[in-house]
Antibody, heavy 122, light 107 residues
Framework: QVQLQESDPGLVKPSQTLSLTCTVS??????????WSWIRQHPGKGLEWIGY???????YYNPSLKSRVTISVDTSKNQFSLKLSSVTAADTAVYFC??????????????WGQGTLVTVSS | DIQLTQSPSFLSASVGDRVAITCRAS??????LAWYQQKPGKAPKVLIY???TLQSGVPSRFSGSGSGTEFTLTISSLQPEDFATYSC?????????FGQGTRLEIK
């Protein structure tokens, strides 16, 4: 059973960089076939896809956040990470990491972390 | 970006009821649609993918239909554990987008 667990940065100050790490257990990121994703959910709102990375390092970001987002992978630690720069209060949200399966026929997020609330405040 | 609009946004129903939630896409997305269930303080859980394929382990009272721009999630007989928020998600084209969610509450 694949499990994902986000780190817990808690409080981040405005203009700083939000950093999160997702640790994957029960399966190897390097096995391929899946994209390792970050998704966020503003309080009381819908889900927003941030971006994902393949084990090879290929990335795809949501254009709305692309200028501020970097997703990286460390296959030796079976982890992937999110950095979001120049944060504001609008970046306060619950951040989820998730595994994404995509094929020519269908795509979906099949495993998720529990989510971590990141608050941007001075 | 492809916008997904769910209706209704809020639904009140009773145990045993049959309910349907609609997801409309701003442009055609073939069958590249998934449905998720999310309970308060928890991560979403995939119920349906490819518009109508039931994820392994999901009860058969859940079903999905549709293609193109209009999709429906149906719960045939509501159980107490089904009261949650339901969201649709598309990947016909990037960026991946989600609907705003439908909150299903006990009447």
């Amino acid at each position: 059973q694949v499990q994902l667990q986000e780190s817990d940065p808690g409080l981040v100050k405005p203009s700083q960089t939000l950093s999160l790490t997702c640790t994957v257990s029960g399966g190897s990121i390097s096995s391929g076939g899946y994209y390792w994703s970050w998704i966020r959910q503003h309080p009381g709102k819908g889900l927003e896809w941030i971006g994902y990375i393949y084990y090879s390092g290929s990335t795809y970001y949501n254009p709305s956040l692309k200028s501020r987002v970097t997703i990286s992978v460390d296959t030796s630690k079976n982890q992937f990470s999110l950095k979001l720069s120049s944060v504001t209060a609008a970046d306060t949200a619950v951040y989820f990491c998730a595994r994404f399966y995509g094929s020519e026929s269908y795509s979906y997020f099949d495993y998720w972390g529990q989510g971590t609330l990141v608050t941007v405040s001075s | 970006d492809i916008q997904l609009t769910q209706s209704p946004s809020f639904l009140s129903a009773s145990v045993g009821d049959r309910v349907a939630i609609t997801c409309r896409a701003s442009q055609g997305i073939s069958s590249y649609l998934a449905w998720y269930q999310q309970k308060p303080g928890k991560a979403p859980k995939v119920l349906i993918y490819a518009a109508s394929t039931l994820q392994s382990g999901v009860p058969s009272r859940f079903s999905g239909s549709g293609s193109g721009t209009e999709f429906t999630l149906t719960i045939s007989s509501l159980q107490p554990e089904d009261f949650a928020t339901y969201s649709c998600q598309q990947l016909n084209s990037y960026p991946i987008t989600f609907g705003q969610g439908t909150r299903l509450e006990i009447k």
